[in-house]
């Protein structure tokens, strides 16, 4: 516009000076040149229009040699356009946006990677799809995908993360893009074993591990290896090849009021199956789980776990639960023992010498493996080491932070034990425990891990997780999580 301008103002300045320009005619110029609906080149063309044209203003037809000289001066006004040149007004085309995406199905394809499919769209050229964690402002966009792609994976889900995905249509027509509304779809990617509550209770730990099979059929399955003294099951956890011909047993919870551990080793067994495709410290996970197998007793004294957290009330045998009660005041919530008041640590055949009476703790019971949970343990261990290649025994205690790793010389498991103590020391970071423990081993009457080294010859170590007296709070839960979290892959890597 401000070209012809300029030249209009030259050319009717022009006409001004020669006296050629009437008032009516300069005033009729300057009305076809700022209307509107005219395009700078229309008016530049009436401007320039021969002498003959009659549309154009009287006063133009004589235009001076002066005029359209300077007139020719600028290519617009010079050339003549050819009518089917004519451009068209720049007033753009509308266009239609593609339709609203009606639905986005997510689908979990393992512990970082959800796959999302969405509705056929109409008029889309593509689609965007962003994504965002809950809680947060903004949506990222992660792929632009063409129209013929309804699906799109995204491999960067964090483990026990929450996110909305959001999908919408765009169209491109006219050099323009416009785009639909979007839909949007959540997807939480949580982990199955909460560590937020205090009591990991022996329901929601059963609860869990059927879950856990069910979401992970062919990494775990399950056995029930026995029942306690009242009635509840002894779960064996078992991660890998079932067929492996090697094995590591990890038990946990043998003392009730430790039942933190069972938590973790929830956890940990959770871990395995959300890490099943990929990498623990450098060590592949299915690789390791392929060859050497996983039995995880998760909670080898149920009825006590129970008796910790919920007092003797939690005991459903009438009978039992009147034994108990005849001990008078008791502090249940320090409860080691079973339900028949046996310290299941005292109980098995290792220079078994029966001591105490029905308690809290302490207590080895009448005879070696009277209890119903050794007798399962016992059981296990026999069957793993007779037909599964039974490797070594990894036992979960709290509290203090040290480990049990000190053995006597024998080829059979001494090695095993030195390279698994020294391997979950250096995970762990926690301390020897060797000052607590004799070298004679004589406090040691009735206990698992040497019941495992000394009469079944298996290596095996004593883990004593947390800091604070036991039953632990939770919130030693997460210091406890850093350090043994690879603690089950690992020692497994090792055989
Ligand atoms: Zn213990």
Redesign the pocket.
């Known amino acids: 516009m401000n070209n012809s301008k300029i030249i209009s103002i030259i050319l009717v300045t022009a006409l001004l000076i020669t006296g050629v320009l009437s008032k009516d005619g300069l005033r009729a110029y300057a009305d076809t040149a700022s209307g509107s609906s005219v395009t700078p080149t229309e008016s530049a063309s009436a401007v320039s229009a021969s002498p003959t044209a009659t549309e154009a203003p009287s006063a133009t037809t004589s235009a001076s040699p002066t005029a359209s000289a300077k007139a020719s001066s600028s290519p617009k006004v010079t050339k003549t356009p050819k009518p089917t040149k004519t451009p068209k007004p720049k007033k753009k085309k509308k266009v239609k946006k593609p339709a609203k995406v009606k639905w986005i199905k997510t689908t979990y394809r393992d512990s970082r990677k959800v796959t999302l499919t969405w509705s056929f769209t109409k008029r889309a050229t593509g689609f965007l799809i962003y994504r965002k964690k809950i809680g947060a402002k903004k949506f990222k966009l992660l792929k632009k995908k063409g129209k013929k792609h309804r699906k799109y994976t995204d491999t960067k889900v964090g483990i026990n993360k929450k996110y909305k995905y959001k999908v919408k249509a765009y169209r491109k027509k006219y050099k323009q893009t416009v785009y639909g509304k979007g839909k949007v779809k959540r997807y939480y990617n949580l982990n199955i074993v909460k560590t937020t509550r205090q009591k990991y209770s022996y329901d929601m730990m059963a609860a869990d591990i059927h879950k856990l099979a069910r979401k992970y059929p062919n990494r775990m399955t399950y056995k029930v290896i026995g029942k306690s003294e009242d009635g509840r099951n002894i779960y064996d956890v078992i991660l890998g090849n079932r067929y492996a011909k090697k094995t590591l047993l990890f038990i946990a919870a ?2 009730a009021r ?1 039942y933190m551990t069972s938590l973790l080793a929830m956890r940990q067994i959770e871990r395995c199956m959300q890490e099943y495709n990929y990498t623990v410290g450098g060590t592949k996970v299915n690789y390791v789980l392929g060859d050497v197998c996983v039995h995880y007793i998760v909670m080898a004294n149920p009825d006590g776990v129970m008796i910790s957290q919920n007092g003797f009330t939690s005991i459903r045998n009438a009978k039992l639960r009147k034994k108990l009660y005849k001990l008078g005041p008791v502090n249940t919530a320090l409860w080691k023992a079973n339900a028949r008041g046996v310290d299941l ?1 005292r109980n098995f055949a290792f220079k078994f010498k029966k001591k105490g009476k029905m308690s809290s703790e302490g207590y080895t019971g009448k005879k070696a493996h009277s209890e119903k949970e050794s007798k399962a343990i016992v059981k296990l261990v026999k069957n793993l080491q007779k037909y599964h290649g039974l490797k070594g025994v990894i036992n979960y ?2 509290t203090g932070s040290i480990i049990f790793g000190s053995v006597r010389k024998n080829r059979k498991y001494t090695n095993g034990t030195v390279a698994m103590y020294n391997l979950a020391r250096n995970l762990t970071g926690y301390a020897d425990a060797g000052s607590y423990e004799s070298s004679d081993v004589s406090d040691a009457h009735g206990n698992f891990r040497e019941y495992a080294m000394y009469v079944k010859k298996i290596p095996s170590i004593t883990l004593e997780i947390g800091k604070t007296p036991c039953p632990l709070v939770i919130k030693e839960y997460a210091d406890i999580w850093k350090r043994n979290k690879n603690i089950v892959i690992k020692e497994a890597a090792l055989f």
Do not use: F
């Open positions: 043998i003392h430790e640590n205690h709290a």
